[in-house]
């Protein structure tokens, strides 16, 4: 009797089941289009950058709501600075550059040759506006002029060595469609029919996609080989991660713990290149009102000492990220920056030992409880990171653990991401699992200027305004100095020298506790396109969002038949 | 007469109480749009060039002292000129425009799946009432345990089986990007819509059906115990009379007035749905304004949903004037 229930239950199951399949099947014939590279058909790269629908089409450079695809395919930069390896500027519409003396001027020598994507030919000139415009006028400008077709001239306030990598790879606007837009006009503007240098232009645009196609006048010959690249608008990374694997994206970078099921068939290949540090910001200047046990250096070092960051990688992070070092010199490719007997690595096993014997010997004793204490305070602290970033929450999870071995007390916390960042910018928190940002070149420089010199920080209380990093309230005069000689010198062994103080303050201070280099990962389809950046031959910054990176590796790409 | 008056009356007042209502709510979120908005640029792997925060400065404007009340009255202003705006976080969309692209795919999509769960879930739970105590008592369970299952859940697996394992159907999107560029006004386009709209739409009839079939069949239990039932059955009409007549056209009562309401919550759309699926609706915008702190676009998306249910409401309340006079001399 049960048994013929069931089977009646099951029968507008199955009734439902097989209807599907009837409309499927009945849909379905011409539902094989996706990747490009197939013979015959015009080659189409697929591309997820993160961006999410509706998309509106804005290329403008300048506003906020810039497309992918818009820097580096359509817009070119005068030279390209990896920052996935180290090595020479690559000339895009500059062909070479140099300074005067006191690194305040630069003379550009722009590539002849060049055409904007409406026909007007690219000068000089139209560098010299790109300078001059309102929205992109560098920090400290004096004057930019052309003073023939291929030459620029810019004078600075101060040198420009260290900031040299942000001027040129800004994007280059042509001046004859510019020059009637004001300041706000800028701004606001979509700018939907770009008019660029780059190997490709705007096709079309929808809420869920656009085709750009390839520019046939580019200058560099021959190229680009892949005739459009199609951007996509995906709310959700699972759907992004089933669409990898069914052919349907072809490039794309996000975080998928488990890579095994989508590069197993060989089509989808992984490049990861880690990048931006995740550290434990701490509130560490009790003058300028941070307070807590960790305003002691002592505690700082002695949380350093007990951390696991193998454990932490691979339980938090899927074994994904990259190792620290302390000195924020990213490894192996600032390796010239890292001043000599400076440590290549964060401490990659835990030493509760050594932790503990720091603050012994700073005077702190064990308590009843298990946990160290000076002058009746305990060495206890609140960790808090973003409420929902699970890696973040896992790693303060393993913190605190972690931290107990060596008698301090952490409580790892959450709260939202706005009451956090409340937090960051006041200046209200004892530690927090949180990121920095790399550098976009081959030098450590924009980290120690941005991150750990007075200027960039505010008293507790005051808000760090936009645009400074330097939450710890980090404040060392010897770092401060160090970082203006540094921005000052061309000479390499000088900058290292400064670096030398930097360094040394920095790994012994730790205001920002390093745990690991977050992991970047790049998915390429490998069977249909060649010419990607690999780990051999990191020629460009790989994932498909990289500002300009992604122009160079769609000119490289090239359709297998 | 009188009736209508007051309901209008009230419907007005409570629209102005919905509007404001609506101004007043997100400004009481936590966190700062300028924020958010760097970071969210700063992920997409754009470099946070001074150009770029002073142009964050120039969009959102730093406080130029107008104070909440000159605020809301240029908000009431704008509100009947139908200018809702530009949004932040689509940059520099009109909140109208964007609206105005998602409500088409929302209503059509939401809507047509919650009718067709409505009358499947009232047509089954009749029968299945009808047939109390019979092997149909175990459709109620199966339902209901679709109804309990986590609705992305239920969104993913079936994206796994029916798209990622079987390929019969799309992984997301309200068309296919692949081949369309654009929506356009053909035949082979509709047929891609609906076959793009299959799983959204199951997905929020498996989840919702169960509710209808339920309350359809406990009503329906319930009216056959009336007397009249009774009686009809001691006069000898035909079941199949006693069923449509005197046991359906009662029990369904409650399910209409339900029903309106949840129409009135389609234009919400389903946030769940549009999210997994990346389907191009309406409740795809409200999550996007939330997060960004878009006081436009959340505003705009709020009013919409508030009119509509408003609207959905008003309507259901004449109707209900209309067929049940109690309601008229008691409201």
Redesign the interface.
Known sequence: MIRTEGLRRLLPAVALASSVALIASGCSSDSDGGSGGSSGEESVLNVWAGSQTPLVANFNPYSTGIQNGTLGPIYEPLFYFNRAAAGDPVPMLGMSYEFNEDGTEITVKTREGVTWNDGTPFTAKDVAFTWNYEPAKPLGLISAEATDDTTVVAKFETAQYTTVAGLFMAAVVPEHIWKDKSADEALSWANEEAVGTGPYMVESTSSQAFTLTKNPEYWQEGKPTVEKLRYLGINDNNSAQSLLTTGKIDWTAMFIADTEPVTADGRIAMVNTPQDPTVIYTCSNAELGCTGPQTDVAVRQAINLVLDRTEINSKAFSEKAGIISPTFALMPRDEKWLAEGMPEESPQTADAAAAEKVLTDAGYAKGGDGIYAKDGERVAMTLVSIDGWTDYNNAAKLIAEQAAAAGIEITASTASQAEVDEQKTSGSFQLMVHGMNGTNVADPYQIYLDWFTTDKTQPVGTTVPQGDWNFSRFSNPDVDAAVVAAAATDDDATRLEQYTIIQDAIVTDLPYIPLVINSTMTFQNVKDFTGWPTDEDLYAFPPSWGAMASGLVVTNLTPTD | MKFYVRRFAFYLATLWFAVTLNFVLPRL????P??????K???????????????????LGTSDGASVWSQYWSYLGSILRGDLGV??S????QVTT?IG??LPWTLALVGLATIISFVLGVLVGAYVGWKRGT?AD??IP?TTFMQSVPYFWLA?LL??I???T??????????????F???EASF?FL??V??HG?LPA?TIILSSVGGWLLGMRNMTVSTLSEDYITTAEAKGLRPSRIFMTYAVRNAALPSIAGFTISLGFVVAGSIVM?????Y?GLG??MI?AVQGKDYALMQGVFLVITLTVLAANFIMDMFYGLIDPRARNNG
């Open positions: 979120l936590p966190g700062d300028a924020t958010i908005l760097l970071q640029l700063a992920r997409q792997g754009g470099e946070v060039t001074p150009a770029m925060l002073r142009s964050v400065e120039l969009l949004s932040i689509n940059y520099p969309e964007l692209q998602a092997w175990h459709i199966a993913l994206i796994y029916f798209s990622v079987l390929g019969w159907f799309p992984i997301i999107g309200g068309w296919d990007t692949w081949t560029d654009n929506p082979a047929k891609d609906i076959w299959t199951l549009e999210q997994v699926f990346t191009p795809r915008l996007q």
